[in-house]
């Protein structure tokens, strides 16, 4: 059975501490591995889209990896604006469908 | 601004009721989806639809009904039949999938949250 998993579930961060928040997945066939910050009440805000094993992308402070069993979010030196649900998603092979797979997310607390 | 608007923001629902919640999207995107959103759980997919006039269901498509009569347009209807309404409902739109467009996300809207009286 296709399935992510996210790890912590949350994580408390003082203003400047960095650190890695984990997606590993257990799926047939990858074809992408998406990032997304979630603030309260809001929907998904699209962060970024991996698709091979080596793979990096970055913004402002978030860099995303992907090996071939997980990605990581690596925070570095964060805000307390960074603050949010981080949720990672995997499409996997299964015909024509767009269909992703949702981890349960990591809820991030930045304290200034 | 190209985006996805839900309403309303909130909804309540009495026993015995049908509600219909409201998706539009100006993004000209083919492919619109309907998940749920439960504490501690991941988004779960209700309902998605790929071209005009045609939807499939979901993981979860059990007391819920959907139409797909406009591009920009894909109401989702919240039956008396489903049991446990009460969520946070999220509506989403990308391109088509095919090749390297595999790789392009689903985009959101900011949410219907559903609670019961």
């Known amino acids: 059975e296709d399935q992510v998993t996210q790890s912590p579930e949350a994580l408390r961060l003082q203003e400047g501490e960095s650190s890695s928040l984990n997606c590993s997945y257990t799926v047939s066939g990858l074809r992408g591995l998406f990032w997304y910050r979630q603030d309260p009440g809001k929907g998904p805000e699209f962060l970024f889209t991996?698709?091979?094993a080596g793979e990096e992308k970055e913004k402002e402070r978030l860099k995303a990896t992907l090996t071939k069993k997980e990605s990581f979010l690596h925070i570095t030196a964060p805000k307390p604006e960074d603050s949010a649900t981080y949720l990672c998603?995997?499409?996997?092979?299964?015909?024509?469908?767009?269909?992703?797979?949702f981890g349960t997310g990591t809820l991030l607390a930045v304290q200034p | 601004d190209g985006g996805i608007t839900q309403s309303p923001k909130y909804l309540f629902r009495k026993e015995g009721q049908n509600v219909t919640l409201s998706c539009e999207q100006n993004l000209n995107h083919d492919a619109m989806y309907w998940y749920r959103q439960d504490p501690g759980q991941g988004l779960r997919l209700i309902y998605y639809s790929q071209i005009v006039n045609d939807f499939q269901k979901g993981d979860i498509a059990e007391g819920y009904s959907v139409s797909r009569e406009k591009k920009e347009s894909f109401p989702l209807t919240v039956t008396s039949a489903q049991k446990n309404p009460t969520a946070f409902y999220l509506c989403?739109?990308?391109?088509?999938?095919?090749?390297?467009?595999?790789?392009?996300?689903?985009?959101f809207g900011d949410g219907t949250r559903l609670s019961i009286l």
């Open positions: 989403a739109s990308s391109t088509l999938v095919s090749g390297q467009g595999s790789n392009q996300p689903q985009h």
């Open positions: 991996l698709y091979s």
């Open positions: 998603a995997v499409r996997v092979y299964g015909g024509a469908t767009n269909k992703l797979i």
